[in-house]
């Protein structure tokens, strides 16, 4: 439970951050360039080194290990698939359909909402999807830095040389990362607006 | 009612698109802007409802100035169909059609009542239609919903950017008239971009034919076709330009020209409505599906025989004895 | 556009600026001591890390790219299918979860930690090798054929090159969360630069963690930018254009 936990407010937390930041950048091609760039360097950090890095800073604060450093990482992981999701998405929707709520009057707030952001959720469900999977994963990793989760399971396994438990863990974390991943796919079918 | 005033749109300070274009549009006149791809006719078009910002010059819409009104409620009071019709594929087709209505914030009640005024208008029965989405549609039914959306909010002027430019030439004949019909009830004032002659003279009032942004010629069909002003012009239109203002009338405008050969009751004969395009009975003269064709009026009752001399006769009467029209 | 340029230098600048501010303080706290103390044990864990990536990534590349071929040849269309869904099911277990698996199977070792991550590398590469070749235009495949190149010269001359970038990106994927799961085989008795990272976890020493993160993020990071490049210049110019 802690795993979903962390795991769900974690995705939140990054939705409401990664959607409208997407958003904006399809306002600003130069600043969208640059911010997926600094995003897809952070997620090229494996996340036991960003742990590692992210332990020392936060110890200064009192918060080196357990549930803060583990949530931060899971939010910046996320950013890349979300943002660039979002961003590709809208920038995607067809340009006569955009040119088209121009011209008969819409503003652009009207736009966002009833056009260009319906069109665009398959590709940013499908962000949000991949966001989860990969947190589910990184979140059994940060087991290790006191964040408790299934990742303890495994790790408590090899301490103790239990195999048993070690592959219980790593089955049921296994489970419920493609258990949610088929779950979210369900949803990203059955929220699409039906006439995409 | 549509006043183009010294127009001009210059692009990354030296491309002229549009150059110095002068002309008006008077109420309830279709106007075809037509010309090659990049003759900027489009780019005038999109600056009557400011999609394109206007570089010198001005626009007057009802006497007022395009640039100082309000973009937003200046274009909602403005139809717009585009050629890949822009329905929002997320939405039903009456969300599609009613969305000027309900941005204006119209009632319930009225909007449903202008929904199935319009399907019936553009003939799709609105319960079979209200629920679906776009893509469940023809590409004609699309396009039909397109207009219908334009029309939605009843707007006195109309922007159409090759309608039909997308569909197969069948079904674009068929709308076509269709759309002829329905201006004909709504008598909207209205631009029309097409790169096609034949669509051109078909659909306009009047055509206004560009290039390289300048406006070559702005009169009615006949004109344009049986008085070229340039060379570029006479190109345009076509060393057919006869046969092709043929369609511009009607058995009905020959008769009422030149007198027909009496019918004698000997053998059967082809007939023809009084409504028939000229175009298709010189066709069907030339066809040898017959020598000659007796033409019939509403009634149904025999008022002569066509032949094609007398067809040679009504023409020549129209090019050389018409006075000239100006626009 | 001067300004929305502006604000994203601004935003650039910024990164760096957080990136050269954490190194100045590691750097002033001392933090690298154990890699300049101990330099012949940095090295130890460094090899013992590129040969645990090197092995399970060469391995996986020799075999996820002839078979991603393989699957795609029409004799084997049916078997795509499958394939396709067990490399996407595949690369949704959590890394941790298939050292596990590893572990409780080959036991403890780098044997077990370079099997795990030889299956766990050959999913994305075989992914999207299927993937490239597949997106190849039908139309173009058609016209070979119309003119008469046999199914290997179709295979070599076209969907390779058409597919190369797809299947270089799959490498890259690969590779970047190899070294990142290669930290994860000090667990499981694998070695490799996760025994400093580790252990500062275990001592709550600063000095080890960031002497075993920083070097995986800086292997990770130009790694990803290598294959980068690669996948600019082996990518053919006429689709490099035809990208744009």
């Known amino acids: ?196 | 009612m549509l006043e183009f005033k010294n127009v001009s749109k210059i692009y990354n300070g030296n491309k002229k698109a549009v150059d110095h274009v002068n002309f008006n549009v008077d109420e309830g006149e279709l106007v075809v802007l037509l010309g090659p791809s990049g003759c900027g006719k489009t780019t005038l078009l999109r600056m009557v409802n400011q999609l394109e910002s206007i570089t010198e010059g001005d626009i007057h819409l009802n006497n007022k100035s395009v640039k100082e009104s309000n973009k937003i409620e200046m274009r909602r009071k403005i139809g717009y169909v585009i050629q890949s019709n822009g329905l929002f594929p997320n939405m039903t087709i009456e969300k599609n059609v009613m969305i000027v209505p309900d941005l204006l914030g119209w009632d319930r009640k009225k909007q449903l009542d202008r929904f199935n005024y319009l399907m019936e208008l553009i003939g799709l029965h609105p319960d079979e239609y209200r629920k679906r989405y776009p893509h469940e549609l023809s590409g004609g039914q699309q396009q039909r919903v397109g207009v219908a959306r334009a029309l939605a909010a009843d707007p006195p002027v109309m922007l159409m950017d090759e309608p039909f430019g997308a569909l197969d030439p069948i079904i674009r004949t068929k709308i076509q008239d269709e759309f002829l019909q329905i201006q004909k009830e709504i008598k909207k004032t209205i631009l029309f971009v097409s790169h096609d002659i034949d669509e051109a003279v078909k659909m306009g009032d009047k055509i206004a034919l560009f290039r390289d942004g300048q406006l070559q010629q702005y009169n009615h069909p006949f004109e344009i076709l049986h008085r070229p002003a340039n060379e570029f012009v006479s190109e345009f239109v076509g060393q057919d330009r006869v046969l092709k203002s043929t369609s511009l009338y009607s058995v009905k405008d020959l008769v009422d020209s030149v007198s027909l050969t009496g019918y004698q009751k000997a053998g059967s004969v082809q007939t023809v409505q009084e409504d028939t395009s000229l175009r298709i009975v010189i066709s069907k003269l030339l066809n040898q599906e017959a020598e000659q064709l007796a033409v019939e009026d509403t009634k149904g009752k025999i008022k002569g025989i066509l032949t094609l001399d007398l067809v040679e006769k009504f023409l020549y009467k129209q090019i050389k004895e018409t006075p000239k029209r100006t626009g | 556009m001067k300004t929305k340029k502006r604000i994203a230098w601004i935003v650039k600048i910024l990164f760096w600026l957080i990136v050269i501010t954490f190194f100045t303080w590691t750097i002033m706290n001392d933090m690298f001591r154990p890699i300049v103390e101990d330099f012949g044990e940095f090295t130890h864990l460094l090899g013992q890390h590129i040969i645990i990536v090197f092995i399970s990534g060469l391995l996986a590349i020799l075999i996820s790219i002839p078979l991603g071929i393989l699957v795609t040849r029409k004799s084997f269309q049916k078997s795509e299918f499958w394939i396709v869904n067990m490399a996407n099911l595949g690369q949704t277990i959590p890394s941790l979860a298939v050292l596990a698996l590893a572990m409780g199977f080959l036991g403890i070792g780098m044997k077990a930690a370079i099997v795990a991550l030889f299956i766990y590398s050959l999913l994305p590469i075989l992914q999207n090798t299927i993937a490239g070749i597949r997106s190849v235009d039908k139309n173009t495949i058609d016209a070979a054929r119309g003119i008469g190149l046999t199914p290997f010269q179709i295979l070599i001359k076209i969907e390779l090159p058409n597919a190369a970038s797809s299947i270089i990106a799959g490498i890259r994927t690969a590779l970047v969360i190899n070294i990142g799961t290669a930290a994860l085989a000090y667990l499981i008795g694998g070695g490799g630069l996760g025994a400093w990272i580790f252990t500062g976890i275990r001592l709550f020493d600063n000095a080890f963690l960031i002497s075993g993160a920083v070097p995986v993020t800086l292997l990770a990071i130009l790694v990803d930018y290598f294959f980068k490049i690669m996948q600019q210049v082996l990518v053919p110019k006429g689709l490099r254009l035809a990208k744009k």
């Open chain 1, 1 to 196: 439970m802690e795993h979903v936990q962390l795991v769900g407010l974690a995705i939140i937390v990054s939705i409401l951050i990664g959607v409208p930041l997407g958003v904006y950048l399809t306002t600003n091609e130069y600043l969208a360039e640059s911010v997926l760039q600094i995003f897809s360097i952070i997620m090229t950090i494996p996340s036991i080194a960003l742990f590692g890095v992210m332990i020392p800073i936060l110890s200064t604060i009192g918060q080196g290990i357990g549930f803060l450093p583990a949530f931060i990482a899971l939010v910046l992981y996320s950013q890349l698939p979300i943002i660039r999701n979002t961003y590709t998405g809208i920038n995607e929707v067809d340009p006569n359909i955009r040119d088209a709520a121009k011209g008969l009057g819409m503003t652009t707030l009207q736009r966002l909402i009833k056009v260009e952001i319906p069109n665009a959720m398959p590709l940013i469900m499908a962000g949000v999807r991949t966001a989860t999977v990969l947190n589910i994963g990184v979140g059994a990793i940060a087991a290790y830095i006191g964040a408790g989760g299934l990742g303890s399971l495994i790790n408590q396994g090899i301490s103790r040389s239990n195999t048993t438990m070690v592959l219980v863990g790593a089955v049921v974390v296994s489970i419920l990362a493609i258990v949610v991943d088929q779950l979210l796919r369900y949803f990203e079918k059955r929220f699409t607006p039906k006439g995409i």
